[in-house]
């Protein structure tokens, strides 16, 4: 068996990623469309060492579609992806439209792959941030409970799209020649500079991507009643996002117990031993599919808190590869689980 | 009156902005004499338009120094600052060498100039990121109590010292020119990077630079109960830092009432208009001697909880700045408190 697959946003970061992720996996695609914007339609991308044309979304496109990849906005996700299940297509979406609608399984394959087979023909990737912080809290969650957690993100810049990707660059090539940064896509420097702003911020005086946080984490775990207060952080650091959790659970996590609930989770790697300079770092996470964690110990202020650091790249893990491994789950693929176990 | 004062690391990022500051705040000084290792002495420094020579620092050189401000390390400062108060000097140490020693007040004069009174000769400077942080939670304590903290921390290279600045500096320096970066200060690259690692690890999975925001928070605000879990985190910005804080209160503080206590503590800045981008970062608070708060909301997560954004010049209130207050309050100089209210 092989499939028909579109990437919807192919220029993007995430995109991009996507045609490189299902190369890597070597995803069963016997044809790809990749679509994009008018500005970007009649540029080419390449795919397994063959050249595919960009082509411009459109109403119709979809016809013969089997999966349909979505990174390329809410605004176009809510326009395309019910034209894509209309024309049969599954559609797996990376934007933030569709993930709390109780309709749409939120999917982490190696969390709650169960969930994706009540699929209506749409299925949400999570928030990049949401997904490295849950890896981390799911078999820490089916051990204890959690019921609080205070999460603080550090998010590279590719959260915003390569356009912020390209932020960064040319404003520490311009701070490299003494000239002055221009902040175009962020609304102040970012280069050795920190945002604590992502999102648009609510009357609560939290952003939408700090809700992000509990909303989705309650989805994913089923776990209506958790907390999860966030601070969410924009840092000068390319693709890697990184979280420090402060987590409260129902009974008491001992640091060795919870070293050997993360080593033995899928897709999670267990990078402890700070005598020898062994965290997690941005720098380590960047171009892998695992999630990596680290900084465990039992919380100094809490009974039953347990901390730690908690790192994956965010176009891969947060983005890219969760979308494909959604894929790879409704094709029956030998579970993303195992995959990530490479 | 005016004073001889010295410098103890006068070559060092903080010994640098004692100076300036110094100059800036127009303090009374009658004699500078400037210390700094062997391999820095002969090098000359410029105070108030004129050229000091740097002394080496040795056995007997405290004669007839009336206040001396040491930001040599804990082993200079281990080992002379006994002697310049054994010498008649007044001591004002940043390192970590005495902040525990309970015949040694931990000053922030805004918060607790009292505690300066009982010193016999030796005061110190608390830890950079804990007097960030506190300088928010005391006017917080006072209206609520504050009984826990969860912070996590987003620490400037200058808390390295000037070779931490220049390391920060040299490896984007290499990756603007497409060279491989060298890490020589930091175990890991710190340009683009982020390192959950500052001092050394405790057996408890802690940092030192960790525990020192629950300990010398505890002395300063004299509250030995308060608990404090924190994540201090080395990132790519040069000199302030940076805490997301989430704290508990014995009674609720509503957003208003953060804002209002906020505003009138001196040395703290109210900088929370998220609407209009405004919130504390790193490129406001550099080269200020206020604190910046801002991101202030209601915990989502916890009745009486709440969360905000603090930022200090980690030189200057972290630091010199605070070091150079304490010496105003000992000299009797109108309160700091004043001062920095400009």
């Known amino acids: 068996m092989s499939y028909t697959v579109a990437i919807v946003g192919v220029t993007g970061a995430v995109g991009q990623t996507m045609l490189q992720v299902l190369e890597e996996r070597k995803f069963p695609v016997r044809e790809l469309h990749c679509f994009a914007s008018e500005r970007s339609a009649g540029k080419t ?17 979809f016809r013969g579609i089997e999966i349909a990849l979505f990174s390329a906005g809410s605004a176009r996700s809510l326009e395309f992806a019910p034209q894509a299940v209309a024309a049969g297509a599954i559609a797996i979406d990376n934007s933030s439209a569709f ?10 394959p190696e969390i709650n792959a169960h969930a994706a087979k009540g699929h209506r023909g749409l299925l949400a990737v999570p928030n990049c941030t949401t997904i490295v912080m849950v890896m981390a809290l799911k078999p820490l969650h089916d ?15 590719s959260g915003a799209g390569a356009q912020g990707v390209e932020e960064l660059r040319s404003q520490t090539l311009a701070w490299a020649k003494g000239e002055p940064m221009e902040a175009r896509v962020f609304p102040h420097p970012i280069a050795f500079n920190l945002l604590p702003h992502i999102d648009v911020f609510l009357d609560t005086g939290y952003t939408k991507e ?23 952080v924009r840092v000068p650091v390319f693709t890697a996002h990184s979280v420090s959790v402060h987590a409260e659970t129902e009974r008491k996590v001992t640091a060795a117990e919870a070293r050997a609930l993360f080593e033995r989770f899928p897709g999670l790697r ?27 110990r039992e919380d100094c202020s809490l009974e039953n808190g347990l ?10 893990k947060g983005a890219a590869t969760n979308a494909i491994q959604i894929a790879e789950l409704l094709i029956g693929r030998p579970h993303a689980e195992d995959q990530a176990r490479h």
Request: aromatic share 6%; proline share 7%; hydrophobic share 40%.
């Open 45 to 61: 991308v390449t795919f397994s060492g063959e050249t595919v044309r960009v082509e411009r979304l459109a109403p119709g496109v």
């Open 270 to 296: 267990l990078w402890d031993d700070p005598e020898k300079s062994r965290y997690p770092m941005p720098i380590l996470a960047e171009g892998q599919d695992d999630c990596f964690v680290g900084r465990i």
């Open 307 to 316: 901390a730690f650091w908690v790192v994956g790249d965010q176009l891969r």
């Open 143 to 157: 051990a204890a409970r959690v019921v609080r957690v205070v999460a603080t993100s550090f998010q590279a810049v």
């Open 99 to 108: 993930r709390m609608d109780p309709t749409v399984p939120l999917v982490v």
């Open 210 to 232: 700090e809700m992000k946080l509990q909303n989705e984490t309650r989805k994913i775990l089923e776990e209506p009643g958790i907390r999860v207060s966030g601070t969410t």
